[in-house]
Every structure is written in structure tokens, then in C-alpha cells.
């Protein structure tokens, strides 16, 4: 049995309250065996600090109020701050405390407005979700209860229209939304559930088993012991979209094996077969055909990138992709020696200017670009373009040579079982080049890159910073130089 369940473990917060939501039995989990929490990844954290960033930023909406702390601040505490605040006069608060019946909750901006107390819910997405009603639902259920009056309730979140020009402008940054006839409808919501799930946790786990739910609309943080029954190769390998997985799971068919081929689409009845029967395919024509359309110069790039809810530069939307980094590896002719240039800009510099000019350099007139998911690099050339107009010309004539390596892939005229239905580079460069893979590399995708250059902007430890950078040109480095290496491998394919 877990630990004893008493008033003092079935008190509630928020947050709880929302996991809840989603599901009651990662709220037992969190409750009374958090050990089996996954460990939380530094992309997950770099989420969490952005929220937080996005969260100081919305103050300037209303500037001049009082935060309530909550770092090494007791609950009592910062309820017993909050009430005095209020009794004091106080107007705007950051982070107010409110308790109730053991409920907890904490608004992000508390305004006293003309008609009355009005809450404000900051979130760093760009559009409303479902679960955000539910979280700020539960705040106005706690502070009415408390005997706040609450006159008005506000979700606040990213506008992705706005383009930053100068000091950041909050009230074109944040969108304001008034949602407060949409909160008092969800009152009877949120009291029926508060007691669901403190029900729920004065009994046993609940028995409730994996679902679309694991990863809607959070990731929760218990998936790994939720899913340890799971095997290697199961109905949740298949890629792509197609048959219900779940629904195949609800039937009792979780092994590979045990999929009806039938009811699969060509690409996963594919995918099937050849993970079964560790097959290849390779067609010939197709890959010659794509191999016969490239040409020299050729060049081979990769960008790395990150994204900001808070745009960091003049002209930059709110999560836009900014290129920090790029490998370019090139050949001037067959059979030529295999030449290499990169990039990686320095700590809290704006990196695009430099970039666009040194590839206007450094890629030869005409040369044929391979990048592999074109869409992708071509998108960070047109900002760049876009950005700086001079160097326009050339990277248009730069997009209009790109050569998409995922092609072959993603039309499986190259497939390998190993790839497990996937097209991507981490997927396909450990199936042709098994010596050349990311797996012992201290960054091994894009992710891992967007947080380490953060944390290379964040650092003053020189040794640290020194250690990051060589990380990251590494990795870059590896993604073209996998993309060479494949080009090798489909070259020596039609010749076998």
C-alpha cells in the first residue's frame, strides 16, 4: 500500500487539479509513488523557464503591483501575504496565494478593476486550449470560495502576428481574451470534479490503462511506468496516420506480429513486413534517377535553429526559427576533395546577418544544395532573405538548386527495416552508415541543439561555454556529413 491517505495528501493544487483532469490515476501517481515520475529532460525544463519568462513579461501589461514569492515561501505563508496585500489596498498582484478547503491555487496577475477583483491567466501558447479554461475555471472556484469577489477572468497568450521592432510592445506581444461567462459555465465542472478526484484518492490506484490521454494535451510525467508493458515492436511502432492504434490495443493486439496486415495502409502494411522479415528495398531506377539529377558544385547543409516565445531581434515573430549555426560540406567536383565550412554564432549575438552573407559566399554560383527535409532549410533561407533584402538574389537562386536527400527515403524507394518506417536522418543514417550515428554524441537532435545553445547564451563559466560550442559544431557537423555519406551509400547501391 502507498503511503497513508489523510486530509493533509488529499489537498490540491492547480496543477494537481489539472492533471487530474487529463488523468486520475498520473494524480495517484504524483500523490503517493512520485518515484516513478520520469525524469524530466532539459528541453522539458527550457519549456518550463520559458513559461516563466513569458509570465514576468505579461506583468508589464500591469506594471507596479507586489509579487508573492514562493521560492523557500510556505504556503501559509504566502496566502497570509496575499490577504494582507489585499487588506492593504494593493491592486496588482503577481503570483496571489488562495487556499480553500484544501485547494490551492496561485494567479498569475490579480487587478483590482472598476467593478471588482479581475484574474489574468498568462500561457506562452499562441492559441486557447480546452485545458486552459479548466486551469483558470479552478482558480475562480478557489478565490470565490475564499471569499474573493471576482468581477472578471482574462486568458492571456502569445499573438504570433507580431513582428518586434524596438523595445517589445506587451500589448501587441499578448492577446487578451475575456472568458469569463466560459469560466462560470465550467463552475459545476470543477466542483464535480474536485470531488471526483479527492474520492479517487481516498481509495485505491485507480485501474485505468494507457490512451490517447498519456500524451493529451501534456505529456505526462509517469508515461515510462505506465507503458513499461509496451514491447519494442508494437502496434504504437507504426507510423503515420491510418489505423486507430488504440483501438487495435483495446482488441488485445499489442506485438508487431500480431497486426492484421489488411487493415494497413501501403506504407505501414510495409513497414510491417519488412520489420518482420528484416527485409530491404531498394529500387534502383528511382534512387539512379534521383542520384542522376544532382550535379557540381555540390554542396551539403544543415542549419541549426532556435526559437523564442519572446522574440529576441528586430523584425522576429514569437517562436520563429532563427538559424544559429550551419555545416555546409562540398565538393567542387567528382571525385573532388570533400571541403568543409560551418558556423556557430557567439553567446547573446544576433546570428542571422552573418549567416546570410557567409553562404552567399561560401556556396558556389550553381551549385546543386543537398539539404534533407527541404521545406525546412528553405524556410530558414527565405527569412533570411526577407530580413536582409541584399542578399536576397542569391539565396532564391540558392533555394531554387536545393535537392531534397528525404525524397528517396520518404517515397521508400529506399527503405530499410531498421528505420522503423521512418524518413528521418536519425532513422536512415544509422540504417545505411551504421558507423556514422548520433547515439554517443552529447547532442543527438534538434532539440538537445535549440537547449544547448541556450544554455551556451546563459553561461558565464568560459570553460563551459568552450564545451558547448564543440558539442554543437560535432553535431552539425554530423548531419551533413551523414548526408554525404548516404549519397555514398545510394552511389554504391545501383552500382551492386
Known sequence: MPATQNSKILYLSKSQFIKGVQCHKSLYLHKYQPELRDEISESQEAVFQSGKDVGI????????????????????????????????????????????????????????????????????????????????????????????????????????????????????????????????????????????????????????????????????????????????????????????KFDLYNQGIIHMEEIPPDILNVKQHMQLEYTLQKRHHIDTD?????????????????????????????????????????????????????????????????????????????????????????????????DLAEWFPKYSGKMEAIIGNMMDLMIPFRNRDCYFWEMCGSYSIKYVLPALVPDLNYSNMEISEGGMAMVAYDKMNQSLDPKEVDGIRKALLEYCKLDTMGMVRIVDRLREMITL
Open 57 to 244: 513579461m505579461a506583468r508589464n501589461l500591469f506594471p507596479g503591483g507586489i509579487e508573492i514569492t514562493y521560492d523557500n515561501n510556505p504556503l501559509a505563508n504566502q496566502i497570509r501575504q496575499t490577504h494582507a496585500e489585499i487588506t492593504n489596498g494593493t491592486t496588482i498582484i503577481y503570483e496571489a496565494a488562495f487556499s480553500y478547503r484544501g485547494l490551492f491555487c496561485k494567479v498569475d496577475i490579480l487587478r483590482k478593476g472598476d467593478q471588482g477583483w479581475e484574474i489574468y491567466e498568462v500561457k506562452a501558447s499562441t492559441k486557447m486550449e480546452e485545458i486552459y479554461y479548466h486551469d483558470v475555471a479552478f482558480q475562480y472556484y478557489v478565490m470565490t470560495a475564499a471569499g474573493l469577489p471576482v468581477s472578471k477572468v482574462f486568458l492571456v497568450h502569445i499573438n504570433n502576428q507580431y513582428v518586434r521592432n524596438g523595445a517589445i510592445d506587451v500589448y501587441e506581444l499578448f492577446t487578451v481574451k475575456d472568458v469569463t461567462k466560459d469560466i462560470i459555465a465550467k463552475q459545476q465542472f470543477v466542483a464535480d470534479e474536485i470531488r471526483n478526484q479527492q474520492d479517487m484518492l481516498s481509495g485505491k490506484m485507480p485501474d485505468i490503462d494507457i490512451g490517447p490521454y498519456c500524451d493529451n494535451p501534456y505529456g505526462c510525467d509517469f508515461k515510462g511506468h505506465c507503458w513499461s508493458h509496451i514491447p519494442e515492436n508494437s502496434v504504437f511502432s507504426l507510423r503515420g496516420k491510418g489505423v486507430n
Open 286 to 382: 528511382k534512387i539512379r534517377h534521383f542520384l542522376e539529377s544532382l550535379w557540381y558544385p555540390l554542396c551539403y547543409l544543415d542549419f541549426e535553429t532556435f526559437m523564442m516565445a519572446i522574440p529576441p531581434f528586430d523584425g522576429l515573430r514569437p517562436y520563429q526559427q532563427v538559424p544559429f549555426q550551419y555545416s555546409l560540406h562540398y565538393q567542387e567536383y567528382e571525385r573532388g576533395e570533400l571541403l568543409h565550412r560551418e558556423f556557430l554564432a557567439f553567446p547573446n549575438t544576433d546570428p542571422r546577418e552573418i549567416i546570410a552573407k557567409r553562404l552567399t559566399e561560401e556556396i558556389p554560383d550553381n551549385a546543386c544544395v543537398i539539404v534533407y527535409n527541404r521545406s525546412f532549410e528553405s524556410g530558414r533561407l527565405r
